[in-house]
Nanobody
Framework: HVQLVESGGGSVQAGGSLRLSCAASGYAYSSYCMGWFRQAPGKEREGVAAIDSDGSTSYADSVKGRFTISQDKAKDTVYLQMSSLKPDDTGIYYC?????????????????WGQGTQVTVS
């Protein structure tokens, strides 16, 4: 049973930083790829960042240069470091996992999801 638990969300002023964490359990983390997604009110869920099982990363254009995805395989945890935050970054941030080495920024590629953590930038 795959479990993903996000943490680290909160409220921050524009220009500030937050680090989100996603703790994974119930599966062989090293064989999975991971992604971070967000959903703003009234909008579709969008891919923010993704990381392959070998550590290769990809980012949405809107966050390139500001967000960094990383993972600690010893802790079965994936992180999203967010800097230079903007009000448009506001939303619920979700962690996702899928079996296989190659990640994606498309939500349909993932079958396992966390419950989400709220990020508010004002």
């Amino acid at each position: 049973h795959v479990q993903l638990v996000e943490s680290g969300g909160g409220s921050v002023q524009a220009g500030g930083s937050l680090r989100l964490s996603c703790a994974a359990s119930g599966y062989a983390y090293s064989s999975y790829c991971m992604g971070w997604f967000r959903q703003a009110p009234g909008k579709e869920r969008e891919g923010v960042a993704a990381i392959d099982s070998d550590g290769s990363t990809s980012y949405a254009d809107s966050v390139k240069g500001r967000f960094t995805i990383s993972q600690d395989k010893a802790k079965d945890t994936v992180y999203l470091q967010m800097s230079s935050l903007k009000p448009d970054d506001t939303g619920i941030y979700y962690c996702a996992a899928n079996r296989g080495p190659y990640s994606s920024l498309y939500a349909t590629a993932y079958v396992n999801w966390g419950q989400g953590t709220q990020v508010t930038v004002s």
